[in-house]
């Protein structure tokens, strides 16, 4: 079975702190995507990448950068978290360019105080 | 960007009965699928279904690419079948390989 897997399910952090989220998956997978999702504005993509070192802003990276240094690992990072990144991160991964299958991981409940 | 609009919005079921859940968008797809939101927040998969029929269990899917719509049927429902349901596609014109969602039925099936 494909695994993806997020590194931590609920983190509580302040306005201002750098904030890490890991996503690595065990699939090989070329492609790997950060969505966050909240309630009334649905999933909305942020970043993805297909392949190691390259990345591609989705509909709303502002306040947000990515990293894959590693093809099984893509990281999203919030420089200096807001309260209005309060949400639910999910990553995804899949491969075989556009027609590959997406799986998605557990989900990460950010709340920013 | 490529449309995706699910119906309906929501909708309440006894245990038992069956539903039909539909997914209209808006351009060609090379990619299409069906996912389920367990109370956690997780999405599962359903069905990789760009187009033809599928069948898994009670739940099958049809996806009729020329005529731009899916459809995720659900038989015999059970509570356990409660969450909100996704439809998320690729389009073929743009080349972006990520998923574009709609905004998901939600089910409450009750006993």
């Known amino acids: 079975d494909v695994k993806v897997t997020q590194s931590s399910r609920y983190l509580v952090k302040r306005t201002g702190e750098k904030v890490f989220l890991e996503c690595v998956q065990d699939m090989d997978h070329e492609n790997m995507f950060w969505y966050r999702q909240d309630p009334g504005l649905g999933l909305r993509l942020i970043y993805f990448?297909?392949?190691?070192?390259?990345?591609e802003k989705g509909d709303i990276p502002e306040g947000y950068s990515v990293s894959r240094e590693k093809k099984e690992r893509f990281s999203l990072i919030l420089e200096s978290a807001s309260t209005n990144q309060t949400s639910m991160y999910l990553c995804a991964s899949g491969g075989s360019g556009a027609t590959g299958e997406l799986f998605f991981g557990e989900g990460s409940r950010l709340t920013v105080l | 960007g490529i449309q995706v609009e699910q119906s309906p919005p929501d909708l309440i079921l006894q245990e038992g009965a069956n539903s039909t859940l539909r997914c209209n968008f808006s351009?060609?797809?090379?990619?299409l699928q069906w996912f389920h939101q367990n109370p956690w927040g997780q999405l599962i998969n359903l069905f990789y279904i760009p187009s033809g029929t599928k069948q898994n269990g009670r739940l099958s899917a049809t996806t009729v690419a020329t005529e731009r719509y899916s459809l995720l049927y659900i038989s015999s429902s059970q509570t356990t079948d409660s969450g909100v349901y996704f439809c998320a596609v690729v389009s073929r014109d743009t080349g972006r390989r990520a998923l574009t969602f709609g905004s998901g039925t939600r089910l409450q099936v009750q006993p």
């Open positions: 990448s297909y392949d190691v070192k390259m990345k």
């Open positions: 351009d060609s797809v090379n990619n």
